[in-house]
C-alpha cells in the first residue's frame, strides 16, 4: 500500500485559492483573527497583505509545514479547543471546515465563536455550495473526511442563535479559467445560476 492522499489532493490551485481568500480577508479590518483549520495558511497571508493580525490553528502536520513556509503564525490543535475560554478577537474565520463536523459540534463551534469575539466582532464561516450541481454531484464527495453539507440558511440561524447579527449570505463564484467561460454559461442555461459557485459564505458580527 502507498502513502496516503494529500489532505489537499482535490484542493483548488494555489493561485485560485490565493485570490479567494483575499476576498474574505477583505472582511477584516483589524486584529486579531484567527483562522479556525487554517490549511495551507493562504488566508492568513492574505490578512498579512492587509496588515491585519492573524494566527491559524490546525490538526495537520502537513497544514503546519505550509504554514512554515509560508511564514504565518501558526498553533498546531484542535481549532474548538483553541477557542475555549477565548476573549478580545476581533475575527473568527473558518473556510470549509464546518462540513467535517456533526451537527453538535458545528454549533458548538459557533458558540464558542461568539463567545471569543469583542463586540463588532466578526464570524465568517465558508462551506461547499450544494446549490452547485458539481458540487453536489461530485466535489463534496472526494473529501472522505465530509460529515454533511450546511446551507447558508442553516449557518445564519445557528449565528442568530448565539447572539450575533447576520450581514450576508453570499456565494462565491470560483472560475478557474478564462477559457472555462463557455463551459460555466452553458452551465448556469441548464443548472441555474449557482452552477460556478462553488462556495458559500455567511458572515456575521458581534
Same mark, same amino acid.
Given at each position: 500500500?502507498?502513502?496516503?492522499?494529500?489532505? $489537499?489532493?482535490?484542493?483548488?490551485?494555489? #493561485?485560485?485559492?490565493?485570490?479567494?481568500?483575499?476576498?474574505?480577508?477583505?472582511?477584516?479590518?483589524?486584529?486579531?483573527?484567527?483562522? +479556525?483549520?487554517?490549511?495551507?495558511?493562504?488566508?492568513?497571508?492574505?490578512? =498579512?497583505?492587509?496588515?491585519?493580525?492573524?494566527?491559524?490553528?490546525?490538526?495537520? %502536520?502537513?497544514?503546519?509545514?505550509?504554514?512554515?513556509?509560508?511564514?504565518?503564525?501558526?498553533?498546531?490543535?484542535?481549532?474548538?479547543?483553541?477557542?475555549?475560554?477565548?476573549?478580545?478577537?476581533?475575527?473568527?474565520?473558518?473556510?470549509?471546515? !464546518?462540513?467535517?463536523?456533526? #451537527?453538535?459540534?458545528?454549533?458548538?463551534?459557533?458558540?464558542?465563536?461568539?463567545?471569543?469575539?469583542?463586540?463588532?466582532? =466578526?464570524?465568517?464561516?465558508?462551506?461547499?455550495?450544494?446549490?452547485?450541481?458539481?458540487?453536489?454531484?461530485?466535489?463534496?464527495?472526494?473529501?472522505?473526511?465530509?460529515?454533511? #453539507? $450546511?446551507?447558508?440558511? +442553516? !449557518?445564519?440561524?445557528?449565528?442568530?442563535?448565539?447572539?450575533?447579527?447576520?450581514?450576508?449570505? %453570499?456565494?462565491?463564484?470560483? +472560475?478557474?479559467?478564462?477559457?472555462?467561460? #463557455?463551459?460555466?454559461?452553458? %452551465?448556469?442555461?441548464?443548472?441555474?445560476?449557482? $452552477?460556478?459557485?462553488?462556495? !458559500?459564505?455567511?458572515?456575521?458580527?458581534?
Amino acid at each position: 500500500m502507498t502513502g496516503s492522499l494529500s489532505r $489537499y489532493e482535490f484542493a483548488g490551485t494555489a #493561485p485560485l485559492t490565493r485570490n479567494l481568500m483575499k476576498r474574505y480577508a477583505s472582511f477584516f479590518d483589524e486584529g486579531p483573527v484567527v483562522d +479556525l483549520g487554517s490549511g495551507r495558511g493562504f488566508f492568513l497571508e492574505a490578512l =498579512r497583505k492587509r496588515g491585519v493580525a492573524g494566527v491559524g490553528v490546525d490538526i495537520s %502536520g502537513e497544514a503546519m509545514q505550509h504554514a512554515r513556509d509560508l511564514g504565518v503564525e501558526f498553533v498546531k490543535g484542535d481549532a474548538l479547543e483553541f477557542l475555549r475560554g477565548k476573549s478580545g478577537l476581533r475575527g473568527v474565520f473558518a473556510s470549509h471546515l !464546518i462540513e467535517h463536523m456533526a #451537527p453538535e459540534t458545528a454549533e458548538e463551534m459557533i458558540a464558542l465563536a461568539a463567545a471569543a469575539l469583542t463586540r463588532g466582532g =466578526r464570524l465568517v464561516v465558508v462551506t461547499p455550495n450544494l446549490k452547485d450541481y458539481r458540487t453536489l454531484s461530485e466535489v463534496f464527495w472526494l473529501d472522505t473526511t465530509h460529515v454533511r #453539507p $450546511y446551507p447558508g440558511m +442553516l !449557518i445564519a440561524a445557528l449565528m442568530q442563535r448565539h447572539g450575533l447579527t447576520v450581514d450576508e449570505v %453570499g456565494r462565491t463564484f470560483t +472560475l478557474r479559467n478564462v477559457r472555462s467561460l #463557455p463551459s460555466v454559461a452553458l %452551465g448556469r442555461l441548464r443548472f441555474g445560476r449557482d $452552477y460556478g459557485c462553488t462556495e !458559500i459564505f455567511v458572515r456575521a458580527h458581534r
